[in-house]
């Protein structure tokens, strides 16, 4: 079947502390992987993503690390900030373009 | 450089009626893709277009249709709409090379009463 899901519904972190938001993919397939930030009311926001060849891809304060063994991603934001706070996304596909398939997400609550 | 760009912002139909959602690509962007989002889950793959055609689609009934313009430009059609219909409809634009990362619209919130 097709299913990408999430580890964790909601996440409530310190702002300073790093975050972690966990995903499994279950189509072995699938050789690209993004991760999306959505702001209430918004549609979602690109942030990073990794293919297959690949097992970790930093950015600007975050990081994805792909396990391919066990089929699990996951997103790590350095220094959480308020202005981090969202819905979190990861989803799969075949390639960047092309149809992608997306978990349930994950809330992010970022403290003062 | 503009964005992808989404009209209406909010629609309100009954069951039964037909509704047209129209979504504009990010600029430089040829294909636009159409996602589904239900409350609290997650975007839900409907169709792709590309040149004109569709190129792939997903698990949705044929009582959602597709077009796209010569600019690039696309609409999305729901005929019969029933009350599970009611969500947020996502356009997505990137290149047609399938290499190159999707960029979401703001959507539209489409409730079916």
């Known amino acids: 079947g097709e299913s990408v899901g999430l580890h964790l519904p909601t996440l409530s972190v310190q702002e300073g502390d790093n975050s972690i938001i966990n995903c499994a993919y279950s189509n072995s397939a699938s050789d690209y992987f993004i991760w999306y930030k959505q702001e209430s009311g918004k549609g979602p926001q690109f942030i990073i993503d990794i293919r297959s060849n690949m097992d970790k891809r930093q950015g600007q304060r975050v990081t994805v690390l792909l396990n391919k063994t066990v089929k699990h991603l996951s997103l790590q934001i350095a220094a959480t900030q308020p202005g981090d706070s969202a819905v979190y996304f990861c989803?799969?596909?075949?390639?960047?373009?092309?149809?992608?398939?997306f978990g349930q997400g994950t809330e992010l609550s970022v403290k003062p | 450089d503009a964005g992808v760009t989404q009209s209406p912002t909010h629609l309100i139909k009954t069951r039964g009626q037909q509704v047209t959602l129209r979504c504009s690509p990010k600029?430089?962007?040829?294909?636009v893709s159409w996602y589904q989002q239900a409350l609290g889950q997650g975007p839900q793959f409907i169709f792709q277009y590309y040149e004109e055609e569709e190129r792939q689609r997903g698990n949705f009934p044929d009582r959602f249709s597709g077009h796209q313009f010569p600019n690039y430009s696309s609409e999305l059609n729901v005929n019969a709409l029933l009350l599970g219909d009611s969500a947020l409809y996502l356009c997505a634009s990137s290149l047609g090379s399938l290499q190159e990362t999707q960029y979401f619209g703001p959507g539209t919130r489409l409730l079916v009463l």
């Open positions: 989803a799969e596909g075949r390639n960047q373009g092309g149809k992608l398939i």
């Open positions: 600029s430089g962007h040829d294909t």
